[in-house]
């Protein structure tokens, strides 16, 4: 008996679901990590309004800033944490992790540059607000444009090298991790500023709108089915006694899907994330695989 061709095109949104699904972050393998976690080398941030419970417009604003920062920073953790254990299986999939953390550095820093700090600028009537911190972006740029030549242009996955990569990795970390730690301070600092609008004045609450504008729109237009999963599934929702762990704010399906609907499409990446799709820190991927492979070989030795 043949099957109308009806029920065959209504059938088809739910087998793309099912299919997508079924290679959704939500199936990945998550054990509780060891100490060689995402928290190093380089120091997260403790997020300013954690500190102060102060809770103006740019202490808000960076504090949001530093949870941002810090998922980049544990992508970068993450990176180097497993670069000399991938197994050669891993390669092409660790490849584009790489290069996907590339893009949510690139295009947050541009955005940044091109949007916010002017918008802040002009807030403040005062240019000079961000003259050190375009100074600590330059001071890094060249080194993760290196990064990126490296990995892209890689004939193939057998030539990746984790000592060429932390080589590179090695020249921008230090002025890398200043910068992320130092524009959480400057952007704070500026409640200071004699020219910060004062609360419950229109001028405050347009300020708030615009980095909350800002903060929705700078990661989805980096990619939604490859910078967004990777931010949210860096993101440590147990951090500072869970202070955190609705944010950012969205309906629950709306993070579900993003992470598991979206993630789907690149689905071999999301292993080596810091967290699972949970938001709950989980073993590095790499260090679990090597792990499991070098207990297997033990046992055929001696068997």
């Excluded at 690139?106 to 009537?125: A, G, I, M, Q, R």
């Excluded at 903060?215 to 989805?220: D, R």
């Excluded at 399906?253 to 989980?282: E, V």
Aim: with cysteine; net charge negative.
């Amino acid at each position: 008996m043949a099957i109308p061709k009806t029920t065959i095109i209504l059938s088809i949104p739910f087998m793309i679901i099912g299919f997508l699904l079924s290679r959704s972050p939500n199936n990945m393998v998550s054990v509780t990590p060891s100490n060689a976690w995402a928290n190093g080398p380089m120091k997260l941030i403790t997020t300013p309004q954690f500190q102060t419970k102060k809770t103006d417009i740019f202490t808000s604003g960076a504090t949001h800033m530093a949870l941002l920062h810090n998922s980049i920073l544990r992508g970068y953790n993450s990176i180097y944490q497993q670069a000399p254990h991938i197994l050669d299986h891993d390669r092409a999939d660790f490849i584009s992790y790489c290069l996907v953390w590339h893009k949510f550095v690139k295009s947050h820093h541009d955005d940044e540059e091109e949007t916010l700090f002017t918008k802040v600028e002009e807030l403040l009537n005062d240019k000079t607000v961000f003259v050190e911190t375009h100074k600590e972006h330059e001071a890094f740029l060249v080194g993760l444009a290196e990064f990126e030549k490296y990995l892209s242009t890689l004939k193939t996955p057998a030539d990746y090298s984790s000592d060429e990569l932390l080589r590179i990795m090695g020249t921008f970390q230090e002025p890398f991790e200043s910068h992320f730690h130092s524009e959480i301070s400057t952007i704070a600092r500026l409640a200071e500023h004699p020219n910060t609008p004062k609360e419950g004045t229109p001028e405050n609450t347009a300020a708030s709108a615009t980095f909350k504008s800002w903060g929705k729109s700078t990661v989805t237009k980096a990619g939604v089915t490859d910078v967004v999963p990777f931010f949210l599934l860096n993101l440590d929702r147990t951090a500072e006694d869970g202070m955190w762990a609705n944010w950012p704010p969205m309906p629950a399906p709306i993070r579900w899907g993003l992470i598991n609907i979206a993630g789907a499409f690149k689905s071999g990446l999301w292993k080596f994330t810091s967290c699972d799709s949970q938001g709950q820190p989980k073993e590095l991927w790499a260090l679990y695989a090597a792990d499991v492979k070098a207990q297997r070989e033990a046992t055929n030795l001696k068997s």
